[in-house]
DNA sequence: TACAGTTGTTTGCGTACTCAATAGTACACG
DNA sequence: CGTGTACTATTGAGTACGCAAACAACTGTA
């Protein structure tokens, strides 16, 4: 028993999961500090915007947008709250379903996301980049992808 | 501008950066429900007892453990609070700053640590060998490894 | 048509954080 | 000695989430 404490910091696969943890709060609260400070967005409300805006329509169902943010219904529904009091997101709801509501992404929301992207993927590179080579970047691009994410799926239907 | 967005989605840092981050939340979720659900104790918990076994004497002043959980020192206040009221962790002033108190693993704290650890570590294991081979894990480890973390640096003092 | 089961959304409540403000202690310097 | 500055820990307020329950609307079955 008490090996596996002695052993545990050579395990590679508790490395790798420690560091994974480790970076993902510091970049994250670097990320997101500085989209906050300079946009006034929050790290899921870029995330929201930018999955909407490259859905059919710059529309998505919620329960989609949630898969997709991996967020549960109730945490899009607060999240698109915020949203929706911003204007950068309307509802609009769906002709042949009534329980569907879409998110809409609205005029000010496009603009917004285009302000907020450059900057942002701006941080991101710079992070990355002030402490890895491209190699590396790549790296962890590919191997992290293969981690289990969430599936996601679509059927559309008209908005009405 | 609009052309930030389209790029976004094939520059090299901003998907490593999406993937870190959808790693980092579908492995903590799996980990996270195994540990509470196997031993009651949330991720936390368990880096705070296992951070303190590796202290020296088990023990371990606050704020040097909010340094190594990289959270704030009003976060740990209240994550030691559930371990002390759990009994595994209890308090120990120091006989010359009066300031400082520390965190003291108690046996059932090191006991409750050495149970955990063991289907802990299992899990880890078990989610990334299910997707990476061996030197996919060592590489994300090394690399990850490269981005900034959380200084540490601890001058003890005789407990009293 | 009626009824049962499923799905999309919202709401109340709890949790785990952060930040800002506070109190107590340590220590250097006049 | 006081006094100012730095540091530790706690507390109150606020935020962002999940979970479970409630509700509405859809679907299938008969």
């Known amino acids: 028993m008490a090996q596996v404490l002695t052993e545990q910091a050579t395990e590679p696969a508790v490395r790798a999961w420690t560091r994974l ?3 993902y709060v510091s970049t994250t609260r670097s990320l997101s500090a500085e989209l906050l400070e300079g946009h006034g967005l929050t790290l899921n409300d870029y995330e929201a915007l930018l999955v909407l805006s490259r859905a059919e329509e710059g529309r998505l169902k919620r329960v989609e947008l949630a898969r997709s943010l991996m967020l549960t219904p109730s945490g899009i529904t607060r999240l698109l709250e915020g949203l929706e009091d911003a204007g ?3 509802r609009a709801s769906c002709k ?3 329980r569907v509501t879409y998110a ?3 005029d000010a929301g496009r603009e917004k996301l285009e302000a ?5 993927v701006a941080s991101i590179r710079a992070l990355l980049e002030q ?4 190699d590396e970047i790549d790296a962890i691009a590919e191997i992290l ?3 289990p994410a969430v599936a996601e799926g679509d059927e559309s239907c008209s908005p009405g």
């Open 145 to 147: 992808g293969k981690l």
């Open 104 to 106: 809409q992404l609205t």
């Open 116 to 120: 907020a992207a450059s900057d942002h």
């Open 96 to 98: 042949t379903d009534l």
């Open 21 to 23: 943890l480790r970076a």
């Open 131 to 134: 402490h890895l080579v491209h």
């Open 88 to 90: 950068l997101v309307e």
